[in-house]
């Protein structure tokens, strides 16, 4: 445990901040760290400096490298070059175990304890206290009684099931659970994701408390409001590097999105860097539309409208909820509130049949996952959708198939040995295409594309948006996610940005560019942001952490 | 009778070809071994009879098998077959050998034998999945409800005896020999080509095999993924009546089940 008092430390922390690159009281250090898999690089040249008592944000899109680089720190996996220091000593853990005995504890996303057994077991799962030989369950409970007062749960029951409280105790108890090895650094990975707003002030009260008691935290989110809450300093990655290390009091938001996405403000918008054509599609009748739809924690209040022969695009930052506004538009997930039209009329859809019966195709955002069977063929995986239809008396006719089959291998332009061959053996934008093809052969009258071009290659990429583009053309309306600026700027007619599960903005094309956009992301609109400010205020409740957005800089 | 029941997968469920085709293989030598060693140290293994003897003996777990085929297809697993083969083959009895009424005319009570016990076996199939889908029950564990209470019914149709009987019009499925063939051979054969060309030709086939590459991509193409499994899980216990006629015909006493 840190010896100096909470006053102490913050001052010595701001002075820190002026003399860059020597941060000796640094109580994590990772420098150089690379890592590959396969190969490919998850992780090049990272660097991670976490102060004592210091409450430090780790952000990053998807894939930028985070979770790696914790996984590294944490012993899940070894890293191929870089050093890094804990408290002072080079170390190299080789377990989670063995960085929990060190003071490096981690809480995951998804709560990693055991929902039928006691609190108290959880909290000393590996370690149950014995006496000659049995469990020693008056010391167990009476210990997790104490550590449990530290957060203010003094009166939760030790010995009741996990699973039996709700989600917040449980995170709290997870909290406990790493803070009761004696941890000096918390790793806490999307810690907010299934917490409402009164729980995260809770969270964060037990973050300030943590810090208080000299204990650093690594914070992982998404949602910006939370690391101004609550964060002192701000590393991002981006590609596997981290590209920026700054004090949250120096950086805006909206500096901050153009860091994690990789753009300069004020960068002059580079033209056909996509596959995209200049022609502006004219909107025709609305063919879907959703009125404030609702679901969960990431879908809050989401209104988009999608015409005919128009390509509207969805942006927004890692769970802004666009992936989740799209499996509701495509009957993936059932709303819990607003409302959803198909040419005008209202409608329901309680599975995807419902909506591909509307005509509505959808692309998943994760091709393994929810897209190809990966051992069925190009052909079955192809007709997948469309099987139905070209059957006669429930038995499929082969020729109907291989004509549609052989067709959209022509028109994609899909590079296969043979309709026999297994989908797996495809490259990866070749495995789209099929995909496209897949909702393509329905004959949509719109399309709900998620990422359609990630981990596609270049080549494979340009093709995918040409195509888009001219099937808009065609007539088709295309909703299109995007984590990719360029394709939303260069692709879209229209652009609709959400931010915590709403949208918050509509951007006509004249209006389109990254830095409104960008904008977006960050502020929302202005009602919109005095509703942050709100929570966010609400949230800062006992201590005065520095608002730091208000400071120059 | 043999025990273990040797499941044909469709070769892409292997984790990958190779190691499909040395899985495919593998049985195949043991097989072959099994052939070998019979024909050395068996005497007149190599005779018609010796065969028909053992194709008879094999016929209701390859029909077992056919229902089994496609519930593993989806990727579940049907552990209640044992069970429900014991519900048809105390029923079946019950049914001919009953005094009351238009079951005492054998030209009602014989065809309704053969019928009303695979059609209970179905039903308790469409059970099993809606255990499964309507309730996301595991299928392991929902099944495992009528592979304990099964044999329970089963002694209670029968009142835990079953005298035993002849009746060559209902055991004619276990014993008859049309061409010097025994029928359920054919039977199996019929069921084994039918199940083959739904698997590669049929819709219905299609997705069953879809549901078991990827459940998830398979619900966003849009198949009916509940009506596969529940249909799936009926035809399982559908072929599970048929073996639990065959069985109770070869052998009129309670069928044991003890083998699941």
Redesign the interface.
Known sequence: MTTDGDGGSQTSELRREEVDGDRGGSLLRMRGIDKSFGGVPAVRDASLEVGRTEVHALVGQNGAGKSTLIKILTGVYRRDAGEIEFDGQPVEFSSTQQAQTSGVSTIYQEINLVAMRSVSENVFLGREPRRLGALDWRQMNAETHKILGRFGLEDVDVTRPLGSLNVAVQQMVAIARAVSYDARLVIMDEPTSSLDEREVATLFDVIRALKASGVSTIFVSHRLDELYAVCDRVTVMRDGQTVADLPMSEVTKLELVAVMLGKELGEVRRSGATGFGEGAHEARDAVLEGQRLARGKMLRDASVRVGGGEIVGLAGLLGAGRTELARVL?G?DEREGGELRVAGEPTDFS???D???ARIG?L?EDRK????????SVR?NLT??L??AL?RR???VRQDQERVVNRFIERLGIKTSGPDQ?IRELSGGNQQKVLIA?ALALEPRLLILDEPTRGVDVGAKGEIQGLINELADDGLGVLMISSELEEITEGANRVVVMRDGRTVAELPRADVSQEAIMAAMAHGHEDEELDGAATAGANEAPPKAPEPRERDG | MARTARLRLPA??GAG?LRGFGQAYGALAALALLVLYNVLFTRDFLSLNALYVNLTQVAPIVIVAVGMTLVIATGGIDLSVGSLMAISGALAPLIFLSQSGLLSSNAVAIPLAFVLPVLVAGMFGLFNGGLITRFGIQPIIATLVLFIAGRGIAQVLTSGQLKAFKEPAFQYIGLGRPLGIPFQVVLAALLVALAAFALR????G??V??IG??E?????????VNRVKLAVYGISGLCAGVAGLIAIAITPRPIRTESG
């Open positions: 495509a993936a599975s995807p049949a909506a591909i019966k959808y998943s996952t929810f897209g190809i069977v990966p051992e069925m079955d997948l959708a099987l139905p059957s429930g038995i499929v297994p897949r | 892409w469920t070809r030709r049929t819709v219905f299609r997705q095999l879809a590459g990827n998830a991509a398979a619900r966003l193409a849009g198949i009916p």
